[in-house]
């Protein structure tokens, strides 16, 4: 096991590394000339390289010395800057929340509930769709409907699995009512094509393959994402697909209903993913937790 050194002889190194003088250092931090010498020689000792050069006039920093100091002065600044914000009553770390925006309208009204559970971090929410991207380099947390990423230095952890099935609004069913899925031509289809299915609509899949010419004889709309797909169906526009997570609040409220008993399990999941060092942060893993428990319930 490699022993670290204490905060203690780090600081008085970075003091002498600045001031070149033991004498001031020892001012500076209210220690004994020969305390200093004997924290550097050491820290010297136990990294087993000289950090000073020493001669008649006084002391210079080795190239050794040099580098060290250039490694270890933003560790010391953070670790001081932490100390000071609890001190000053808590420390609270700003994370930027991705959240799959059909999945983000429900989210709203639990936005409270959230921010009680995890009061030390402070989230920047943004709605976004697809597979998310260079999450180890930002302080960002992805909730996604998609496939697992697999990259280094990620965690990305399974929410759910999800069932897909048709929605609408119950005013869609006042003219023409469905009891099969013949009944869907009469209905206009709400159908999503993006660069993540290509030339390719989710209803392709989710109808069985005897009825595929629906598409041809329904009406229809396309859109480029799920959560418009699901806005105009909320407003009375057509027959969208849905998964069980999005749709949950419009169905509890009312605003959505389901014409058809038929849902397929998607072949994506949602996903929990954020560089493996920000499950260190206060909160973090509440979080997940919160959102795989939502995701439970829906099931």
Not at 26 to 34: D, K, N, V
Request: glycine share 6%; charged share 20%.
């Amino acid at each position: 096991m490699v022993h670290i050194p204490s905060t203690q002889s780090l600081r008085v190194f970075r003091k002498a590394a600045e001031t070149l003088s033991f004498t001031q250092t020892a001012e500076a931090l209210y220690l004994t000339q020969s305390a200093v010498s004997h924290q550097v020689k050491q820290l010297e000792e136990q990294l087993r390289a000289p950090l000073f050069v020493r001669h008649r006039r006084g002391i210079i920093l080795s190239g050794t010395g040099q580098r060290f100091l250039q490694a270890i002065t933003p560790i010391l600044n953070e670790l001081e800057a932490v100390v000071l914000a609890l001190h000053e009553g808590g420390m609270r770390a700003d994370v930027k929340v991705l959240v799959e925006s059909t999945l983000l309208v429900g989210l709203l009204p639990k936005l409270s509930e959230i921010l009680d559970l995890i009061p030390d971090l402070g989230l920047h929410l943004e709605a976004a769709d697809g597979q998310p991207k260079g999450l180890a380099a930002d302080r960002c947390i992805a909730v996604y409907l998609g496939r697992e990423i697999t990259e280094p230095e990620i965690y990305c952890g399974s929410i759910a699995r999800e069932e897909c099935f048709a929605v609408c609004a119950p005013s869609a069913l006042s003219r023409h009512p469905v009891h099969t899925l013949a009944d869907l031509k009469d209905h206009r289809l709400l159908l999503v094509r993006n660069a993540e299915n290509g030339a390719g609509v989710d209803w392709e899949s989710w109808l069985p393959p005897e009825e595929q010419d629906i598409l041809v004889a329904a009406p229809h709309a396309i859109f480029g994402t799920r959560a418009l797909a699901l806005e105009a169906a909320l407003v009375g526009q057509g027959i969208a697909l849905s998964g069980s997570l999005a749709a949950k609040p419009h169905l509890i409220s009312g605003r959505l209903v389901r014409p058809l008993e038929r849902h397929i399990t998607c072949s994506d999941a949602y996903y929990f993913a954020c560089a493996e060092k920000l499950l260190d942060l206060p909160g973090v893993r509440l979080l997940r937790d919160w959102f795989a428990a939502q995701a439970a319930s829906t099931h």
